[in-house]
């Protein structure tokens, strides 16, 4: 697979402000950037529709003429996850400034801008357009960059990497977001190793342990507070000291336990089960999740007030759909890692490094390695299509993207909808493929059309 020529990268200035949109014009300009300039949410939104794709950088006013500059941001948003986002304001706002960064931004600055800062962030993503572009015509299938524990090339892992860089010094806590598979715990890995940390890094997995035992694993417990307690037991909040804490699933864990979760976070001090004295703690905090945190709150599984403890910076992960570049980079690397602990040189045949880009990997990496070990397990010498997991290859053409926290009768409706498009409009055919009477088709169809 040959990589495109890269494009210039756009910055995109939104901001009604001319000596803003001055200065910011000409950082950008002197960085090699095009620019384009929005004065308002209406005016941004229909330049996204076109440009979402090339907009490196994003510079948004939280003030507007016609709302706040944070509805560009969140679930709805035009901006791509491989843009970096920055927020501008004439005060601190450290409210407004915290919920942009936990949906979408990466930066919030205060006006007038620091010109010397902006302009550092503005080469680091100028170098890597760079790199993209000197490396055009090189087959990137067997070349993946490779950022402490986690691998690719894409703009949305480049633009993580970025914001792990800067994030991982610091003793904020961090949220990790994304869907199971995407790599959320070699981020939080990555965050450890960078942050110059001597100390252990040590993973809790809130969804793995009974809810009775949650509170003793996690913060210990003396001998003889409860029956069965015959020594002391060391909770992993002191297994990691002087290092980090990953507490995995976090909207896993007891409600009542999140309630004393937030006092430890808030003072520093936490006390085994059975315990009579306050111990200190010395622990650098991450937490991860599968589910949107918004979605979370609104379903009684994550308290609102520890989800803004703990998401001082919020990571999101993107899914292996959305990072098409990496695919089959990283099919390569794992089919290295196998061909060096089994001393062999299996390769893929050209059919199946296809059928693999084509495939939207629902389970992200953690299903593309598996199918990969798969393969490799079953091919004698080059892996072919019909080594990989059954069923990926006669979905490797069409599929429907669903985002998480949709509502099942959307969903239904667009699964239909999509499968009688795919079928050029063969109702009895759609029917079939759906495994519903055809009666039942066109009741569904007409109780859309009621509701349009």
């Not at 095009?34 to 003030?63: G, N, P, W, Y």
């Not at 990466?106 to 080469?123: C, G, I, M």
């Not at 970025?162 to 010094?169: E, I, S, T």
């Not at 589910?291 to 999101?316: S, V």
């Amino acid at each position: 697979m040959v990589t495109p020529s890269a494009p210039v990268p756009l910055g995109l200035i939104i901001d009604p402000d001319g000596d803003t949109v001055q200065s910011l014009s000409t950082l950008l300009t002197d960085k090699g950037f095009d620019v384009l300039h929005c004065s308002s949410i209406a005016e941004s939104r229909a330049a996204l529709k076109d440009k979402a794709s090339a907009t490196a950088v994003a510079f948004v006013a939280l003030d507007l003429p016609d709302g706040d500059g944070l509805e560009l941001l969140g679930k709805e948003s035009l901006l791509q996850d491989h843009t970096d986002v920055a927020l501008m304001h004439h005060d601190d706002d450290p409210a407004r400034a915290q919920r942009g960064i936990r949906e979408q931004a990466s930066y919030f600055f205060r006006k007038p801008l620091d010109t010397e800062f902006v302009s550092e962030l503005l080469e680091d993503i100028s170098q890597e357009y760079e790199q993209q572009r000197t490396q055009a015509g090189v087959d990137d299938s067997v070349a993946i960059d490779q950022f402490g524990m986690m691998r690719g090339n894409s703009p949305a892992m480049r633009k993580l990497y970025r914001v792990v860089r800067k994030v991982a010094p610091s003793n904020a806590t961090v949220l990790v977001v994304g869907e199971s598979g995407t790599g959320k715990e070699l981020a939080a890995q990555t965050l450890h190793q960078m942050s110059g940390s001597s100390g252990p890094f040590v993973a809790m997995n809130c969804g793995a342990i009974a809810s009775e035992l949650a509170e003793s694993e996690l913060f210990g417990h003396e001998k003889g507070s409860f029956s069965g307690a015959e020594r002391r037991h060391a909770g992993y909040f002191e297994r990691a000291e002087g290092g980090t804490l990953l507490l995995d699933e976090v909207g896993e864990m007891p409600l009542d336990l999140q309630v004393k979760l937030l006092r430890v976070l808030e003072t520093g001090k936490f006390r085994r089960v059975g315990g009579t004295q306050d111990l200190t703690m010395n622990v650098r905090f991450l937490a991860a999740t599968n589910r949107d945190p918004e979605t979370a709150i609104r379903d009684g599984l994550l308290r609102e007030d520890l989800y803004f403890r703990i998401a001082q910076f919020c990571l999101r992960m993107p899914p292996l759909r959305e990072r098409e570049r990496d695919v089959a980079g990283l099919a390569h690397a794992f089919l290295h890692e196998l061909n060096a602990q089994h001393d062999n040189a299996k390769r893929f045949s050209q059919d199946a490094i296809e059928a693999i880009v084509a495939y939207p990997w629902p389970g992200n990496v953690r299903e593309l390695k598996s199918a990969v070990e798969r393969a490799y397990i079953l091919a004698e010498q080059t892996l072919e299509p019909e080594h990989l997991p059954e069923g990926q290859i006669e979905q490797a053409g069409e599929y429907l993207r669903i985002s998480v926290g949709e509502s099942l009768q959307q969903t239904e409706k667009q699964q239909i909808l999509a499968t009688i498009e795919a079928c050029d409009g063969n109702k009895k055919e759609a029917a079939e493929a759906l495994g519903i009477a055809l009666k039942t088709l066109y009741n569904k169809l007409k109780e859309y059309d009621e509701k349009d």
